[in-house]
């Protein structure tokens, strides 16, 4: 099975700090997924990963960044928390497609992230 | 701009009943993949059913149909013989074949089955 761990289930930071979400996949999976999730506003993708050292910008990458130093981890930066950073973060992997099936992202189970 | 809607923000179903939760979907693309997934309160997100726009059939996974009308941009998912498991978020999400492997959710519907 798919496994994507997320380091912590919750956290609570203050503003101002710097915060590190990490992400780790365990199928060898290329593409790697930040999302936020917020009441009334489904998941909004923050960042995303095609390959090691590569990254794009989603919908919402205002305040946050990203690194990829090895395939299987992809971590989200805030810089410099704020409280309206305060959110449920989703990371998701996903294979290259296969024969025109797109194929499915696989969540791991969220961190809760509080900035006060 | 693609775009994934739901319009029911909560739905209720008697446990052994079906239970329809509506998708539309706006693209321009001619080829793309729809998504639905199951979020319970525990937070993880969790693949349900998949729908090409080339497939000709239905997508069916066990209990969960999805009801693919092409022309209307409608992919509702079809939940029979409701479970109280079955109490949980649900999202519908698109990904077009040109934007590469990026998915689009919509706002999600809050199932909750009664026994």
């Known amino acids: 099975d798919v496994k994507v761990t997320q380091s912590s289930r919750y956290l609570v930071k203050r503003t101002g700090e710097k915060v590190f979400l990490e992400c780790v996949q365990d199928?060898?999976?290329?593409?790697m997924f930040w999302y936020r999730q917020d009441p009334g506003l489904g998941l909004r993708l923050i960042y995303f990963s095609y390959d090691v050292k590569m990254k794009e910008k989603g919908d919402i990458p205002e305040g946050y960044s990203v690194s990829r130093e090895k395939k299987e981890r992809f971590s989200l930066i805030l810089e410099s928390a704020s409280t309206n950073q305060t959110s449920m973060y989703l990371c998701?992997?996903?294979?290259?497609?296969?024969?025109?099936?797109?194929?499915?992202?696989?969540f791991g189970p969220g961190t809760r992230l509080t900035v006060l | 701009a693609q775009k994934i809607t739901q319009t029911q923000p909560g739905m209720f179903v008697q446990e052994k009943e079906a239970v329809t939760l509506d998708c539309t979907y706006d693209t321009s693309d001619q080829s793309y993949g729809l998504f639905w997934y199951k979020q319970p309160s525990s937070g993880e997100m969790i693949f349900l059913i998949y729908?090409?726009?080339?497939?000709?059939q239905n997508a069916t996974e066990g209990r969960y149909s999805l009801n693919f009308q092409k022309a209307r941009k409608s992919a509702n998912l079809v939940i029979s013989a409701s479970q109280l498991g079955d109490s949980a978020m649900y999202f519908c999400?698109?990904?077009?074949?040109?934007?590469?492997?990026?998915?689009?959710f919509g706002t999600g519907t809050r199932l909750q089955v009664f026994p």
């Open positions: 729908q090409g726009s080339y497939d000709e």
């Open positions: 998701a992997s996903s294979s290259e497609n296969v024969g025109g099936r797109a194929s499915e992202q696989f």
């Open positions: 999400a698109m990904r077009e074949n040109s934007m590469a492997d990026k998915l689009i």
């Open positions: 199928m060898d999976h290329e593409n």
